[in-house]
């Protein structure tokens, strides 16, 4: 028997930054991870190809800093990439941080329509980004209590933010970050790749098209650190490592391939940890970098009121985004691509309504004809050369299930698709992988295989994340904390709710 100031269960990104956070204030943390690897779904990677995550946009350098990171370390440091929007006549669309450029490197004419409308909803994400860095407002009774004079004065901050963007600008914003994405770019843009490649960034790992009330919150929360797109040097792996070495550093004990099988309890509250081995992990705090549904089967039902139970059955996670990986021959050129653009982030969302298109059969537990990819070309530590794709739509509920046809489906098509663009893309591939919902489940426990543990959706956001009455990381007994991504602020390779989880644990300290 091990004895703890705080477990953590499951070493994901967020449960790396809440362990390590917590160790760095002197608490005596031990991370458990049923994995032989840490980083989670950030980092999961199949006979060594590529990961399931791929690159960065909304990495916290608040999380970082707080766990000793530098920002600036040099695995963070790498070139940002260009978009490249695919186009099937071969004119691709490439967007960099100053506008849009066609491939030959003239200007789009919408790049100065893209270039106001990414420049407000970015404005937008930083006033987010504040709402992100804490836990969501509303838990602290009053201004006196413990926390509540820091709640009070971050949404004081969040006003004169909003106040600061003057009247008009402060009535649209409030106008538009809880409608839908599809009205919104279509406000400003006129249909085709510009305006489909926002609302594709708009509905990553979510089961929502553009026209689902509350994708412009998504689009704006993918913003909210400038949006820029970054490659971790080494892959995400060397990022995950470096979250790692972070922890050990901060004094926390390790411990791979051990698998959480019950949270233990003295009378109601938290007492540590028994694993599926038999082993028994003491502590007084334990928190969960697992969805509430797991963390709750793991107490038993008994410490909480049927209502909460009712609320974390009812917290919607059916994921879409699979991962298809497609081995390259030779490290061979994409065709009908210029190399220049070979190594940018590559995606093929030629409108807004292809996009809405795409989702529809999902509603019905179908998967995409017509999907939209993401697409990097990367290189593993063998050498090989691939093409990593995330590829929505495909349903976690696939009616017959992720059969090996199914999958097999999902690769054809993935690969058809791609050859709009890419002609004869299928002559340069030697191998692929396909990871599918079911299998991102049992690898990581997040349900459905969501891309953020629990839908990002309007009933879900905010002072609503996960389920009502449980957005303050805390859950049924005490000592028990919630800090997976189905917690607030929600997933990506983002670190927060790992941090502020970590925060809360600390506030609630006697
Ligand atoms: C296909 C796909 C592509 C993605 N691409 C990107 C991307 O390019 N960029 C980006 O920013 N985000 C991306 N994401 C989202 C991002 O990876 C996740 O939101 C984020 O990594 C979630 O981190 P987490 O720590 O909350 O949870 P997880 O990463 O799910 O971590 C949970 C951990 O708990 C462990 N665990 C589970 N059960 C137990 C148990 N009983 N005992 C002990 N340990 C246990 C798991 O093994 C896992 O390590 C992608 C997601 C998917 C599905």
Excluded at 74 to 87: C, E
Excluded at 240 to 251: F, R
Aim: proline share 6%; glycine share 12%; charged share 20%.
């Amino acid at each position: 028997m091990s004895q703890f100031d705080a477990i953590v269960i499951g070493g994901g990104v967020n449960g790396l930054i809440a362990g390590t956070l917590l160790g760095r204030r002197g608490k005596n943390v031990c991370i458990i991870e049923k994995s032989t690897r840490f980083g989670g779904m950030a980092s999961y990677s199949v006979d060594g190809g590529p990961t399931l995550a791929h690159s960065l946009y909304n990495l916290s350098p608040r999380a970082l800093s707080d766990i000793g990171i530098d920002p600036q370390h040099p695995v963070l440091s790498g070139k940002p990439v260009s978009t490249v929007s695919l186009s099937e006549d071969g004119r691709h669309i490439v967007f960099k941080n100053d506008g849009v450029y066609w491939s030959d490197g003239t200007k789009h004419p919408e790049s100065s329509a893209w270039s106001d409308l990414t420049q407000r909803l970015i404005t937008y994400g930083s006033l987010l980004r504040q709402l992100a860095e804490a836990p969501a407002p509303g838990g602290q009774k009053t201004v006196l209590s413990r926390g509540g004079l820091n709640e009070f004065l971050r949404l004081a901050k969040l006003g004169i933010g909003l106040k600061k963007l003057g009247k008009s600008e402060m009535r649209r914003f409030l106008q538009v970050v809880l409608s839908n994405v599809h009205d919104i770019i279509l406000d400003d843009l006129p249909e085709g790749p510009v305006a489909g490649l926002l609302a594709a960034d708009a509905i990553w790992g979510s089961a929502t098209g553009p026209r689902s009330p509350g994708t412009v919150f998504n689009l704006i929360y993918r913003l909210g650190h400038g949006g820029i797109i970054t490659q971790p040097a080494g892959g995400m792996s060397a990022l995950t490592d470096l979250m790692v070495e972070a922890a050990q550093k901060a004094g926390c004990v390790l411990m791979p391939k051990t698998e959480a099988s019950r949270i233990l309890l003295d009378n109601d509250t938290v007492s540590g940890v028994e694993t599926t081995d038999g082993r028994t992990i003491t502590a007084p705090i334990v928190l969960s970098n697992l969805a509430p549904k797991i963390t709750s089967q793991m107490t038993g039902p008994s410490v909480f009121d049927i209502e909460t139970i009712r609320r974390v059955r009812n917290i919607r996670a059916c994921g879409t985004a699979a991962k298809v990986n497609l081995r390259l021959k030779d490290n061979s050129p994409l065709p009908g691509l210029p190399e220049q653009l070979a190594n940018e982030r590559l995606i093929f969302a030629p409108s807004v309504e292809y996009v809405e298109a795409a989702f529809n059969p999902a509603k019905y537990r179908q998967m995409s004809k017509a999907p939209v990819i993401e697409a990097f070309k990367v290189q593993t530590a063998d050498g090989a050369s691939w093409l990593s794709t995330i590829v929505q739509y495909a349903p976690s509920d696939l009616e017959g299930g992720w059969t090996e046809s199914a999958k097999e489906k999902l690769a054809q098509t993935t690969v058809e698709t791609l050859s709009r663009s890419l002609p004869g893309l299928g002559d340069h591939i030697s191998g692929k992988q396909v990871i599918t919902q079911d299998q991102i489940e049992s690898a990581t426990g997040a349900p459905g295989g969501h891309w953020h543990h629990a839908e990002m959706a309007l009933d879900q956001l905010l002072t609503l994340r996960p389920a009502n009455g449980m957005a303050r990381y805390s859950m049924g007994p005490k000592g028990l904390f919630q800090c997976g991504a189905a917690t607030h602020p929600g997933g990506d390779v983002m670190g927060l709710a790992g941090r502020n989880a970590a925060l809360a644990a600390l506030e609630a300290q006697p």
